[in-house]
C-alpha cells in the first residue's frame, strides 16, 4: 500500500519561504508524474506543481518563479520550495501520486496534507 507522507507546513510572514517534503513508503520511480496541490478554505483543491518521472515540471501560473519542485529518487521524496510567499498561499497542501492501473485507468495516491499559514 503506498503512503504518502507530508512534512514541512507551518506559518511564517509574507515573503518569506518554506520547504515541504513528500516522502513515499516506496520507490517514487513507479510514479508517473508526483506533484502538489492545495486547498484553501471554501475553495477547490488546485495544482500547485507537478514533475513527471523524467523531470519535467509544470507549475500553476499563480506560483510560477516563486515555487519549484524537485524529486530525489534515491530517497523516494519530492519537495516543494516556496519562495516570496503571499498571504494567498495560505492552504493545506497535499502531496499527489500517480501511476497507470488497468488500461485507461489512472491510480491517485494523496497525503494526509501539511497547512502552510502566511501571514500578512
Known amino acids: 500500500q503506498v503512503q504518502l507522507v507530508e512534512s514541512g507546513g507551518g506559518l511564517v510572514q509574507a515573503g518569506g519561504s518554506l520547504r515541504l517534503s513528500c516522502a513515499a513508503s516506496?520507490?517514487?520511480?513507479?510514479?508517473?508524474?508526483m506533484g502538489w496541490y492545495r486547498q484553501a478554505p471554501g475553495k477547490q483543491r488546485e495544482l500547485v506543481a507537478t514533475?513527471?518521472?523524467?523531470?519535467?515540471?509544470n507549475y500553476a501560473d499563480s506560483v510560477k518563479g516563486r515555487f519549484t519542485i524537485s524529486r530525489d529518487n534515491a530517497k523516494n521524496t519530492v519537495y516543494l520550495q516556496m519562495n516570496s510567499l503571499k498571504p494567498e498561499d495560505t492552504a493545506v497542501y497535499y502531496c499527489?501520486?500517480?501511476?497507470?492501473?488497468?488500461?485507461?485507468?489512472?491510480?491517485?495516491?494523496w497525503g494526509q496534507g501539511t497547512q502552510v499559514t502566511v501571514s500578512s
Open positions: 499527489n501520486a500517480q501511476r497507470p492501473g488497468v488500461p485507461g485507468l489512472t491510480l491517485n495516491y
Open positions: 516506496g520507490s517514487i520511480f513507479s510514479f508517473n508524474v
Open positions: 514533475i513527471t518521472r523524467g523531470g519535467s515540471t
